[in-house]
């Protein structure tokens, strides 16, 4: 079992940044692919990044690459998400996940929104 807490979101204007964190706790994090995921209202939940359980490996959607970087510190049992040069459609509540074989345990979200 692996418990996770996202932290970070808020407001912010077209073009401007943020950083979201996920916290860890339970098993091994470094044992986790780890990953965001986003579902903004009236659509369904969609992928953002992942990254493996080193660091070494990173893949994003096409509508974030570029824009969203996502990290990890082992030591902190941490993944961050830093999101560069927002708009007003990454507006949505970001949502931390962990993955064994599939996408098994899930954060309670935070919520991101981008003002033109």
């Known amino acids: 079992q692996v418990q996770l807490v996202e932290s970070g979101g808020g407001l912010v204007q077209a073009g401007g940044s943020l950083r979201l964190s996920c916290a860890a706790s339970?098993?091994?994090?470094?044992?986790?692919?780890m990953g965001w995921f986003r579902q903004a209202p009236g659509k369904e939940r969609e992928f953002v990044a992942q990254?493996?359980?080193?660091?070494?490996?990173?893949y994003y959607a096409d509508s974030v690459k570029g824009r969203f970087t996502i990290s990890r510190d082992n030591a902190k049992n941490t993944v961050y998400l830093q999101m560069n040069s927002l708009k007003p459609d990454d507006t949505a509540v970001y949502y931390c996940?962990?993955?064994?074989?599939?996408?098994?345990?899930w954060g309670q979200g935070t919520q991101v929104t981008v003002s033109l």
């Open positions: 990254i493996n359980r080193f660091g070494a490996s990173t």
């Open positions: 339970g098993r091994t994090f470094s044992s986790y692919t």
């Open positions: 996940a962990a993955r064994d074989m599939t996408w098994d345990y």
